[in-house]
């Protein structure tokens, strides 16, 4: 009997030190949400709930102790202000975060992968910003749903079909002729709507994305050309950026084509620089998502690699509701993969000026990112940061900008080529008259001669009657 009681004293610290342990706490803070990362030994039972005046969201992880203490207090977010535990008698570590604001809070378990332990995520998202999306939601969903009967008018755009091409050309001396803009019926709008570009910057928060040789991670080279991008962007008239990923958290995938679909975009483009097994791989490539399997080898190499994303970020893919099966289901609409071909081929024509590209032609792959069946989606890896070379031009900031500048002459082209209804562009249009010069246009519209032989992809000023120049 002694040697029992012996026995269970000696067993009671081993006992106490058998439970989960926490090994560390990760924080990403972003302006529309939080995540907190615990990396565990392994998995635990654990509750969520929120406490008011002042703020707080409490986490119970039930037999778990810390390893090391908790980051400091002072944690500068715009919402996570700090972070407190305590030990409960009972075994339980409670963790406390203190708030600046209300927030919701939603949790979720992740399992071991490859160098990632157990993990509880923790993502936290302001109560005002949750509340004000779903408002913006119904209310734009309330105006497609009761669109008022439109009345029609003259003005002064040119008409959609374009006439037949005169054999002869018109390049008038005298630069002082007037064009004669035709007048046509068009559908009234008190004001046209902006073509929205959904930009994608891969990865971010605790999935740094492809890792080059010198250590540099694809998820900040493509965040800051996704920001280039967007200004550009911002100051093109008719247009209007959306970061899906404006810092350095994670989006989940599915997460990043509904965000693209709430802001109603009429483009989704996702931006990676990925890295290959050999160093030797190197260049741009643009990608459409293929409904029938990879174009070659590497697409469908990068495409396993980027949508592993989902189990180092977080996201359960299992989840199949409703809307993931529509989503499915509508993947065969031609329109959308047509149009996602062509804005793949004019972006990829746009690379080929900025340096080597991988492939001539457009890939295809299976990449999760771009199973939208509504948005036009392309994905384009910008350079293989395994290659020594492309990784240092990639920490180039004037790589970059040439990046961008090259993305948006793409996409600059192919909107003024396929211009949406009820948009800036489809108002702006002119059929060349007998007498029109090139330089009278502009004159009229009051834009120079380059921004509008680049709106038109012409080399010289030789126009023709019946063409439609596009007016930037």
Request: with cysteine.
């Given at each position: 009997?002694?040697?029992?009681?012996?026995?269970?004293?000696?067993?009671?610290?081993?006992?106490?030190?058998?439970?989960?342990?926490?090994?560390?706490?990760?924080?990403?803070?972003?302006?529309?949400?939080?995540?907190?990362?615990?990396?565990?030994?392994?998995?635990?039972?654990?509750?969520?709930?929120?406490?008011?005046?002042?703020?707080?969201?409490?986490?119970?992880?039930?037999?778990?102790?810390?390893?090391?203490?908790?980051?400091?207090?002072?944690?500068?977010?715009?919402?996570?202000?700090?972070?407190?535990?305590?030990?409960?008698?009972?075994?339980?570590?409670?963790?406390?975060?203190?708030?600046?604001?209300?927030?919701?809070?939603?949790?979720?378990?992740?399992?071991?992968?490859?160098?990632?332990?157990?993990?509880?995520?923790?993502?936290?998202?302001?109560?005002?910003?949750?509340?004000?999306?779903?408002?913006?939601?119904?209310?734009?969903?309330?105006?497609?749903?009761?669109?008022?009967q439109q009345t029609t008018h003259k003005i002064r755009i040119a008409p959609e079909n374009k006439p037949p091409r005169s054999s002869t050309p018109q390049e008038g001396k005298s630069e002082k002729t007037q064009p004669n803009p035709t007048t046509i019926i068009a559908a009234a709008r008190d004001k046209p709507r902006d073509i929205?570009?959904?930009?994608?910057?891969?990865?971010?928060?605790?999935?740094?994305?492809?890792?080059?040789?010198?250590?540099?991670?694809?998820?900040?080279?493509?965040?800051?050309?996704?920001?280039?991008?967007?200004?550009?962007?911002?100051?093109?008239?008719?247009?209007?950026?959306?970061?899906?990923?404006?810092?350095?958290?994670?989006?989940?995938?599915?997460?990043?084509?509904?965000?693209?679909?709430?802001?109603?975009?009429?483009?989704?483009?996702?931006?990676?620089?990925?890295?290959?097994?050999?160093?030797?791989?190197?260049?741009?490539?643009?990608?459409?998502?293929?409904?029938?399997?990879?174009?070659?080898?590497?697409?469908?190499?990068?495409?396993?690699?980027?949508?592993?994303?989902?189990?180092?970020?977080?996201?359960?893919?299992?989840?199949?509701?409703?809307?993931?099966?529509?989503?499915?289901?509508?993947?065969?609409?031609?329109?959308?993969?047509?149009?996602?071909?062509?804005?793949?081929?004019?972006?990829?024509?746009?690379?080929?000026?900025?340096?080597?590209?991988?492939?001539?032609?457009?890939?295809?792959?299976?990449?999760?990112?771009?199973?939208?069946?509504?948005?036009?989606?392309?994905?384009?890896?910008?350079?293989?940061?395994?290659?020594?070379?492309?990784?240092?031009?990639?920490?180039?900031?004037?790589?970059?900008?040439?990046?961008?500048?090259?993305?948006?002459?793409?996409?600059?082209?192919?909107?003024?080529?396929?211009?949406?209804?009820?948009?800036?562009?489809?108002?702006?249009?002119?059929?060349?008259?007998?007498?029109?010069?090139?330089?009278?246009?502009?004159?009229?519209?009051?834009?120079?001669?380059?921004?509008?032989?680049?709106?038109?992809?012409?080399?010289?000023?030789?126009?023709?009657?019946?063409?439609?120049?596009?007016?930037?």
């Open positions: 009997m002694k040697r029992i009681a012996y026995f269970l004293i000696c067993l009671v610290p081993v006992l106490a030190f058998a439970g989960v342990q926490v090994q560390d706490v990760r924080v990403w803070s972003a302006e529309e949400k939080t995540r907190l990362v615990f990396d565990l030994s392994a998995p635990v039972q654990h509750r969520v709930f929120t406490l008011a005046s002042p703020h707080r969201i409490v986490i119970d992880l039930a037999n778990t102790r810390l390893a090391q203490p908790l980051p400091p207090n002072s944690l500068n977010g715009k919402l996570l202000r700090g972070l407190r535990s305590a030990n409960k008698s009972t075994g339980i570590l409670r963790v406390v975060l203190e708030l600046s604001h209300a927030a919701h809070a939603k949790s979720f378990s992740l399992k071991p992968y490859k160098n990632h332990s157990h993990r509880l995520v923790i993502d936290l998202t302001r109560t005002d910003i949750g509340e004000s999306q779903q408002k913006l939601v119904k209310t734009a969903a309330a105006i497609t749903d009761n669109k008022p929205v570009i959904a930009i994608d910057a891969g990865h971010g928060g605790e999935d740094p994305g492809a890792i080059g040789p010198q250590g540099t991670q694809e998820k900040q080279v493509v965040l800051a050309i996704a920001q280039k991008l967007a200004r550009l962007l911002d100051r093109e008239p008719g247009m209007r950026p959306v970061m899906i990923r404006k810092g350095d958290y994670y989006v989940g995938l599915r997460e990043r084509i509904n965000e693209a679909r709430q802001h109603k975009a009429d483009l989704f483009i996702s931006i990676h620089a990925d890295a290959f097994t050999h160093p030797k791989a190197r260049g741009s490539s643009v990608y459409i998502l293929s409904e029938k399997g990879a174009s070659s080898e590497a697409a469908r190499y990068l495409a396993k690699r980027e949508n592993e994303s989902e189990f180092i970020g977080g996201v359960n893919l299992n989840e199949k509701d409703d809307l993931l099966a529509r989503v499915l289901l509508d993947l065969s609409q031609t329109s959308t993969h047509e149009a996602s071909l062509e804005i793949a081929d004019t972006l990829l024509a746009g690379l080929k000026n900025v340096g080597q590209v991988h492939s001539q032609h457009v890939q295809h792959a299976g990449f999760a990112v771009l199973k939208s069946p509504d948005i036009p989606s392309v994905l384009i890896e910008t350079a293989f940061i395994s290659n020594p070379h492309e990784e240092r031009q990639l920490r180039s900031q004037t790589h970059q900008q040439r990046l961008a500048n090259a993305m948006m002459n793409g996409i600059r082209y192919y909107f003024y080529s396929n211009p949406l209804p009820d948009t800036l562009l489809a108002q702006r249009r002119h059929i060349i008259n007998r007498g029109d010069t090139l330089s009278g246009v502009a004159q009229h519209y009051d834009v120079s001669l380059n921004q509008l032989r680049l709106a038109n992809d012409l080399k010289g000023d030789r126009i023709h009657v019946g063409d439609i120049l596009l007016i930037p």
